[in-house]
T-cell receptor, first 115, second 115 residues
Framework: AQKITQTQPGMFVQEKEAVTLDCTYDTSDPSYGLFWYKQPSSGEMIFLIYQGSYDQQNATEGRYSLNFQKARKSANLVISASQLGDSAMYFCAMREGRAGNQFYFGTGTSLTVIP | NAGVTQTPKFRILKIGQSMTLQCAQDMNHNYMYWYRQDPGMGLKLIYYSVGAGITDKGEVPNGYNVSRSTTEDFPLRLELAAPSQTSVYFC??????????????FGPGTRLTVL
């Protein structure tokens, strides 16, 4: 089974609108971390936001927030007030265990922001 | 701080040739990782290291070798290049060891083509 599933290969959003990128995960470990990374066309990987499995509140970082639904095993990324510079690939990732050694990445979602 | 650096940025190899991809980090991170990213796909873990002298296989280790003689450096060796190894290779590092925010910091990537 896939550890991380991103079911939206491509998404479009109007500038200044909000968009939600889906991510579901699979683990039986009670302790895990969830991450979102952005990969612009230039290729670098940029860390956006982190959610720990024991965190009580949804993580937020500026215009990014993580909609964490533990029972559903989902960790969707919400980008508010989209900007043209948000056009990129977005990857969801998981690390199992408090000091787990491996990260598992999804296949990514390509986001295009339309002016 | 330079962060995570990788050399070379681009390389073309002939089938059967060997090469070493270099990776260095100056953040005193314990953990280091090598990933490959095939076109349109997410990242797959090749090898990782939790400290100097300690390495372990990831999801796709065949055809690669690593060593970690120092905390800073984590080279990836391709012994007999094959067309299936055409990919973009990312090196990453993190604090590991139960650090509360164990995000990975990525290098800029090496684009490798095997012909």
């Amino acid at each position: 089974a896939q550890k991380i599933t991103q079911t939206q290969p491509g998404m479009f959003v109007q500038e200044k609108e909000a968009v939600t990128l889906d991510c579901t995960y699979d683990t039986s470990d009670p302790s895990y971390g969830l991450f979102w990374y952005k990969q612009p066309s230039s290729g670098e990987m940029i860390f956006l936001i982190y959610q720990g499995s024991y965190d009580q509140q949804n993580a937020t970082e500026g215009r990014y927030s993580l909609n964490f639904q533990k029972a559903r095993k989902s960790a969707n990324l919400v980008i508010s007030a989209s900007q043209l510079g948000d056009s990129a690939m977005y990857f969801c990732a998981m690390r199992e265990g408090r000091a787990g050694n491996q990260f598992y990445f999804g296949t990514g979602t390509s986001l295009t922001v339309i002016p | 701080n330079a962060g995570v650096t990788q050399t070379p940025k681009f390389r073309i190899l002939k089938i059967g040739q060997s090469m070493t991809l270099q990776c260095a980090q100056d953040m005193n991170h314990n953990y280091m990782y090598w990933y490959r990213q095939d076109p349109g796909m997410g990242l797959k873990l090749i090898y990782y290291s939790v400290g100097a002298g300690i390495t372990d296989k990831g999801e796709v280790p065949n055809g690669y070798n690593v060593s970690r003689s120092t905390t800073e450096d984590f080279p990836l060796r391709l012994e007999l290049a094959a067309p299936s190894q055409t990919s973009v290779y990312f090196c990453a590092s993190s604090y590991g060891r139960g650090h509360p925010l164990d995000e990975q910091f990525f290098g800029p990537g090496t684009r490798l083509t095997v012909l």
